[in-house]
């Protein structure tokens, strides 16, 4: 069941295990919620899809506590959100999508939506840029071929304007998207790499446009999220 899911480079749902082990679904699906509890796996969305588990890397590492990645990444978050006073979450890669698995709430009573459970294109949000800043320029000219759907004015919706932004991750380690998915939400992020250097996450921070970043130090913020994504990942790393 674990190379079912560790031979694919999305989610899997619990027919498609069923399909590839050859084991009855309520089978797998038992197997599965007891290895979720492990953190062995990980259940990405309600319909229960699952992805090989944080934990798993963790026990492999030098005595790294078990849990799923949104657990080891939950406290470095609620820091990171008290820090700069705007909510940050926790995202992963799923069918060509990004995945918010995990929000931590800014303080304050001003609140952005929570985006726990919820995907969203690529390149609409600096979580999914993140992403792309460790993809070769074939692999970005592969996502951009079919189009660049514009949520706003303000998205990027042509190769050439991807490419830019995808450069401008690799140099600088962060991505930021201003009012591009949503014209009222501004949000940076860095990603997540394990052992291999692989990005396997991201890590963002956003909060209302009127309010974030407005007149805050960026090379600063940028920092924080940068070393936030270093803490997650360390713990992949063992």
């Known amino acids: 069941m674990l190379r079912a899911l560790a031979g694919r480079t999305d989610s899997s749902g619990v027919s498609d295990v069923a399909r590839v082990t050859g084991l009855a679904k309520s089978t797998c699906s038992r197997i599965l919620a007891s290895l979720d509890e492990l953190g062995i796996v990980e259940r990405v969305d309600e319909a229960g899809r ?9 026990l492999a590492g030098a005595g ?6 949104r657990d080891l990444a939950r406290p470095y978050l609620r820091e990171l959100a008290d820090r700069l006073g705007e909510s940050a979450s926790l995202a992963v890669m799923d069918g060509g999508e990004g995945l918010y698995v995990v929000q931590v709430a800014a303080p304050g009573p001003v609140q952005v939506t929570d985006w726990t459970g919820q995907r969203f294109p690529l390149h609409t949000i ?6 792309m800043g460790s993809w070769t320029d074939e692999e970005v000219a592969a996502y951009a071929a079919d189009g660049l759907e514009g949520f706003t004015e303000r998205t990027v919706t042509t190769l050439v304007g991807l490419r830019q932004r995808v450069g401008e ?9 201003i009012g591009e998915f949503s014209d009222e939400i501004s949000g940076v992020a860095a990603p997540v790499r394990d052992a291999d250097g692989v990005a ?9 446009g009127w309010r974030f970043p407005g007149d805050a130090d960026l090379p600063d913020i940028e920092r924080l999220v940068r070393e936030t994504a270093d803490r997650v990942g360390a713990l992949l790393a063992g």
């Open 64 to 69: 790294a506590p078990a849990g799923t990645l």
């Open 169 to 177: 991750v690799r140099r600088t380690g962060v991505a930021w998207t």
């Open 126 to 131: 600096a979580a999914g840029q993140a992403f």
């Open 50 to 58: 699952y992805v090989i588990g944080s934990g798993l890397r963790a």
């Open 200 to 208: 396997v996450a991201s890590v963002s921070v956003y909060g209302p």
